[in-house]
């Protein structure tokens, strides 16, 4: 019993996991009896029943993989087989193993510890994956996997002590330890020859000489210290056999073992091409890939027999293959053209071309005849000038029903220097569902035509979005910003039916809140949301000597979504004293942190959230 339960304590001998069910198991059954209902009756194991005689006869035939499997399926075969006075069984199974029978564990080395030590996974030392196989050096415990960088990784772990030199009788304490600490066995690995130094374990040469430098001054405690390794002296020859014909059997069963697998791979390949299979396709197969590992880990050769008795299960699995690739194939396929669609739905949109959404525009009739081309065709001359066509129909469709929302019946362009109604500056909406401050559009609260077009409702989830069309009844009007809107461009001496934005912008931080308590000097855009703070805004235009008076640090447009949105700057600035507050007068000595200053702003002036007008950052912290 005790054996099994060390195995727990992985990777030392006798370390096994004889454990216990997962946590999803005990979770299901936890559950299953805080519901009321009787817990399920498992089906009877007859095995269980026969007596101790019958069932070691029974068990007699496998092999210690066997047995250590079978000792965690119940507690009843749990404590049967860790039964000191059952170990006859684990001594049975070594002699089944095909490789030649396992050298005899040396006391105090119980036989189900013995058994999980070399034929239980492992932890490697390296990487902490696990892996089947056995010790890289049953001397030194040493557990490395199979992968390359893990095997070159038992050197540091190692350190050589040549015990030929003089300096083997000047250094009392390595002398007397590498007389009874174990070193790397050289037939295991083939790493040192009979004429190379012994390489012992780093930690376990250190932890022994320390222990005798520790005894060192007290005589009696040196003499009990060495009575106390005197065993282990007088065994080293022992073990030293001992690990020599582990080595030996450790060999040749990894030698056995990979003959056998490259056989059954062989079979496998014959029958692949007897029936005009594919290789690759036939070595995935469940069926068979379950076959082939259970013969593989019980030293069993597979045969035509075994095979065509799996044929028509290894049929189905490859039907389901072929059906799956021929799926992911279209799937991919139809991946490249809706990449290669959105690739020309940007490249219009970079060019000014103003378009729905790219999910509305997925679901049109243009794209599906473009979507039925190959993919290097959806992005032709030709394409593009007939999803040009479409955005342009769709473009004035979606013009005249905004113009209607406006207030404007029956709009004839009938003077090339006027602008469209949706194209003026005063051509301002709101969406109804989001209100007045859109949190999708930090640069303005109000949404022109081309934001109305592409707007997204906050609240709605991805598939909820791509849903939705554009639809001109979800936006309305918004009256405050347009009143703003003519009020700046009448004091700017401009027609309201000619200027554009870009006209408006070029005018640069001319318009000054007359509102605020303090002189706010800003540009069109930032006017036309800063007036939501207002009940009735008046604002007044500003020539170019008096702005330069007035604004003492320039405003950093954009500065707000920089500090909120990129991380490496906000890292950098937002935590230090650098950043003044506008609203409370351009030569205030107050200095905040960027979130004190928020905190000032929503406190003091009651506005939230903060905009790029609101404040300033010093010049020396400025990049």
Same mark, same amino acid.
């Given at each position: 019993?005790?054996?099994v339960? !060390?195995?727990?304590r ?20 936890k ?17 269980q029943?026969?007596p =101790? ?9 496998n092999?210690?993989?066997?047995l250590?499997?079978? %000792?965690r ?8 087989l860790?039964?000191?006075? /059952? ?24 036989e ?34 199979q ?7 038992w ?5 050589t002590?040549?015990?030929?030199? %003089? ?6 304490p ?13 037939k295991?690995? /083939? ?7 012994k ?12 222990e ?9 405690a ?9 065993a282990?002296?007088? !065994? ?19 030698t ?5 697998i490259?056989? /059954? ?11 005009g ?15 082939r590992a259970l013969f593989?880990r019980?030293f069993?050769?597979?045969? #035509? ?10 049929e ?5 293959m ?14 490249l ?8 739905? /940007? ?5 000014g071309?103003?378009?729905?959404r790219?999910s ?11 979507? %039925?081309?190959?993919?290097e ?19 004035e469709?979606a013009?005249?029903?905004?113009? *209607? ?8 362009? =009938?003077s090339?220097?006027k602008?469209?109604p949706v194209d ?7 969406c109804?569902?989001?209100g007045p401050?859109?949190h999708?559009?930090?640069d303005?609260?109000? #949404? ?9 409702c ?5 598939? !909820? ?5 554009f639809a001109?009844?979800?936006f309305?009007p ?9 009020s ?5 001496g401009?027609?309201?039916e000619?200027?554009?934005?870009t ?7 001319a ?9 706010i ?5 930032n006017? =036309? ?12 235009f500003? !020539?170019?000597?008096?702005i330069?008076? =007035?604004l003492?640090?320039p405003i950093?447009?954009g500065?707000y979504? *920089?500090?909120? *949105? ?10 230090k004293?650098?950043?003044g507050?506008?609203?409370?007068g ?18 003091k002036?009651?506005y ?6 609101d404040f300033?950052q ?6």
């Amino acid at each position: 019993m005790e054996g099994v339960q !060390q195995a727990t304590r992985a990777p030392s001998p006798g370390r096994s996991e004889l454990g216990q069910g997962s946590s999803t198991q005990r979770k299901n059954k936890k559950a299953r009896h805080t519901s009321g209902e009787p817990p399920e009756t498992p089906p009877k194991c007859f095995l269980q029943s026969l007596p =101790i005689e019958m069932l070691a006869a029974t068990l007699s035939y496998n092999t210690p993989m066997d047995l250590l499997s079978l %000792a965690r399926t119940s507690k009843y075969f749990c404590h049967t087989l860790l039964e000191p006075t /059952n170990a006859y069984m684990w001594r049975r199974a070594r002699y089944q193993v095909v490789s030649g029978a396992v050298p005899d564990p040396l006391p105090p080395m119980s036989e189900n510890s013995y058994a999980s030590w070399l034929f239980d996974s492992k932890i490697c030392m390296q990487c902490g994956k696990k892996y089947k196989g056995f010790p890289t050096s049953f001397a030194l415990r040493l557990y490395l996997c199979q992968s390359l960088p893990c095997q070159n990784s038992w050197a540091p772990r190692t350190t050589t002590y040549n015990t030929t030199t %003089a300096a083997t009788e000047t250094n009392a304490p390595l002398h007397f330890t590498t007389q009874w600490l174990p070193h790397l066995e050289g037939k295991r690995n /083939n790493l040192v020859t009979p004429d190379q130094p012994k390489y012992y374990s780093v930690r376990a040469l250190q932890e022994a000489v320390g222990e005798y430098v520790r005894v060192v001054d007290d005589p009696a405690a040196l003499t009990a210290y060495k009575e106390s390794k005197q065993a282990a002296i007088d !065994q080293r020859t022992a073990r030293k056999t001992w690990y020599d014909a582990l080595c030996e059997f450790a060999n040749k069963y990894e030698t056995d073992q990979r003959k056998l697998i490259e056989d /059954n791979s062989k079979l496998v390949a014959r029958f692949a091409d007897k029936e005009g299979w594919n290789i690759e396709d036939l070595s995935c197969s469940e069926t068979l890939k379950n076959k082939r590992a259970l013969f593989n880990r019980t030293f069993q050769s597979l045969t #035509l027999h075994d095979i065509v008795d799996l044929q028509p299960l290894i049929e189905k699995d490859l039907i389901s293959m072929f059906k799956t690739r021929t799926r992911k194939k279209g799937n991919t396929a139809e991946a490249l053209r809706v990449e290669a669609l959105k690739r020309l739905y /940007n490249k219009l949109r970079g060019h000014g071309q103003r378009a729905p959404r790219f999910s509305e525009f997925q679901r049109s009739r243009t794209a599906q005849e473009l979507m %039925a081309l190959e993919p290097e065709h959806v992005t032709s001359k030709q394409s593009e000038n007939l999803a040009l066509r479409f955005f342009k129909r769709w473009e004035e469709e979606a013009k005249a029903l905004m113009t *209607k929302s406006l207030g404007v019946d029956d709009w004839v362009p =009938i003077s090339k220097n006027k602008l469209h109604p949706v194209d003026r500056v005063t051509a301002l909406f709101q969406c109804k569902n989001c209100g007045p401050h859109s949190h999708k559009h930090p640069d303005t609260d109000t #949404l022109k035509f081309e934001d109305v077009v592409v707007h997204t409702c906050p609240g709605f989830g991805r598939q !909820q979005r791509d849903k939705i069309d554009f639809a001109p009844e979800r936006f309305e009007p918004d009256h405050k910003a347009i009143a703003v809107a003519k009020s700046a461009v009448f004091l700017s001496g401009l027609d309201v039916e000619k200027v554009d934005m870009t006209r408006m912008l070029n005018l640069g931080n001319a318009f000054i809140c007359k509102s605020c308590p303090s002189l706010i000097l800003m540009n069109f855009r930032n006017l =036309i949301g800063h007036c939501k703070r207002h009940e009735n805004m008046t604002i007044e235009f500003l !020539q170019d000597t008096d702005i330069f008076q =007035i604004l003492v640090h320039p405003i950093q447009w954009g500065l707000y979504h *920089k500090i909120t *949105k990129d991380a490496e700057y906000a890292s950098q600035h937002r935590s230090k004293r650098q950043f003044g507050c506008r609203l409370c007068g351009q030569d205030s000595k107050k200095v905040f942190t960027f979130d004190g200053l928020r905190s000032h702003v929503k406190e003091k002036h009651r506005y939230e959230p903060m905009r790029d007008e609101d404040f300033f950052q010093l010049p020396a912290a400025r990049n």
